[in-house]
């Protein structure tokens, strides 16, 4: 099987597994928001925003260091594994046992804080599973990264459902959400190799001097990606937390489509740009671009138009007042596209240092926003500092990896795809409403069309693809 089949086979069975977990996932929403209410569901984000928040904090780029490392080559994969492995183990012990404790101090209800304390366990779950998943990554076996995940989202439907129909109360809900998060990891654990505690010297020193800067831009990451969902419960009420945090859950599900796909397209760009192969890295690199592109602006298109319908179908009717939210925290979308790629690119390029003064002043910047907007104008405010961060970080860093690697991206293809977005927005709201079902259909067709139309990708495309030939292959043509 050749590099790009594997690409191609790994990315659909990825994409599949995405789809069904994405799915299942939907199902838990919408039990979990209809069973506990907008106030309830509201504490539940409170929480949740809180641990995302620490548990971003103490990322330290595991995940993408870890597929780095390998697509590098420098040590023995099993050592390394294990070295990275009992770091992430130790640290993650640390701060997420230390996350509960400091959320005693913040004036919430005692149901909110007991719900950090029994979360806490998820996310030390989730935290172990960053090295598993970059492992996973760098040896194109990512499928089983999905795999997992499904294992997760069945066991926490059917909890959820079970809690809904027993009638269950807020902490018995989280206790489901934590065992759920624990099924991912153990399902992880299962399919992949053999770990064991391991602190090699030498490995242990290049780790640091890798994962340093990778560490410092993740904290710093964590100010302006999560600091309005620490900030905002502050200032407002649970209800609109609870539509704040409902509209995250259905963009949360594009985010991690782009990171899917960079995830894959990362390790490749890697072992190109050091092995000295410019032409290959500038293919990955426009690919990567392309990929997120063709997915993640039709998804922004859809959710724009669709912000109300989608919003009282995910999470029910009470939450409906949330739609002209999600409409406009979509429009950060666009500035994820160019942060997901540009920031895989120049982790590729080992250029983390350089970005340090990018992410510091975004959260700098951010943070001020957060606590000078959120006042003002509630989730609005969150919002529009919000879509300012994203796209500051996503240029920002398109420049600086245009910089270090010569390499600019070719537009064509990008601006083709914005248009036919634009065009199937622009259908989907002008035409009468109708079934939620039907209108993304239409929407999708019409998306299809258009980009067939624009000669983005071209129907001999699919047909070598239907005949096993070749996978899709996007036109490259300069402006």
């Known amino acids: 099987m050749t590099q790009l089949r594997k690409i191609a086979f790994h990315t659909s069975a990825q994409i599949v597994g995405k789809i ?41 780029g595991f995940n993408i260091t870890t597929a780095n490392f390998l697509a590098e080559g420098r040590f023995d994969h099993n050592k390394l594994l294990n070295t990275l492995f009992s770091w992430r183990m130790s640290s993650t012990i640390l701060i997420n046992g ?8 913040f004036p919430y209800p005692q149901a909110v804080k007991q719900a ?31 795999l997992a995940e499904i294992v997760s989202r069945v066991i926490l439907v059917g909890g959820v459902a079970l ?26 654990v299962i399919f992949g190799p053999k770990l064991r505690l391991s602190f090699d010297k030498i490995i242990s020193q290049a780790i640091y001097k890798k994962i340093w800067p990778n560490a410092l831009a993740v904290m710093l990451n964590a100010f302006y990606l999560q600091g309005d969902r620490v900030i905002l419960p502050l200032f407002v009420g ?58 993640i602006i039709p998804l922004l298109a859809g959710i724009y138009a669709l912000a109300e319908p989608i919003l009282t179908f995910v999470a029910g009717p009470e939450f409906s007042g949330g739609g002209k939210i999600l409409r406009l925290l979509s429009v950060s979308l666009l500035g994820v596209c160019f942060g997901m790629v540009f920031g895989h690119l120049n982790l590729a390029l080992n250029r983390q240092r350089q970005a340090l003064w990018i992410f510091g002043s975004d959260a700098l910047l951010s943070i001020i926003g957060y606590f000078i907007f959120i006042p003002l104008f ?31 991206p070719r537009l064509n293809n990008f601006l083709k795809i914005v248009g036919a977005a634009v065009l199937m927005a622009t259908i989907l709201l002008v035409f009468p409403p109708f079934n939620l079902l039907g209108q993304i259909v239409v929407g999708a067709i019409t998306y299809l069309i258009f980009i067939l139309l624009f000669k983005v990708v071209t129907a001999s495309d ?14 490259k043509k300069s402006v």
């Open 462 to 475: 699919w047909q070598e693809l239907r005949g096993n030939q070749s996978v899709v292959k996007i036109r």
């Open 378 to 408: 509630g989730a609005y405010g969150a919002a529009g500092v919000t879509i300012f961060s994203e796209f500051y970080a996503g240029i920002g860093l398109l420049i600086l990896t245009g910089r270090y690697s010569h390499v600019w």
């Open 163 to 188: 809690a809904a129909i027993l009638h269950w109360d807020f902490l018995a809900v989280m206790i489901v959400i934590a065992v759920a998060a624990l099924g991912n990891c153990l399902a992880l």
């Open 238 to 295: 649970s209800v609109v937390v609870a539509q704040y945090g409902a509209s995250y859950r259905v963009l949360d599900i594009v985010i991690q489509i782009s990171a899917l796909i960079m995830g894959i397209m990362m390790p490749l760009a890697t072992s190109a740009w050091t092995s000295g192969k410019l032409e290959e890295f500038k293919n990955h690199y426009q690919l990567s671009l392309d990929l997120v592109a063709l997915t």
């Open 98 to 105: 230390a996350a509960p404790l400091i959320f005693l101090l």
């Open 116 to 146: 950090v304390g029994i979360m806490a366990i998820s996310f030390f779950a989730l935290s172990l599973n960053q090295v598993l998943a970059g492992h996973y990554q760098a040896t194109l076996k990512a499928a089983r990264i999905a």
């Open 20 to 60: 069904i977990s994405t799915a299942l996932g939907l199902v838990a929403v919408m039990i979990i928001t209809r069973s506990l209410g907008a106030e309830k569901f509201g504490w539940y984000i409170t929480a949740a925003g809180f641990l995302q928040f620490v548990a971003l904090l103490s990322d330290f």
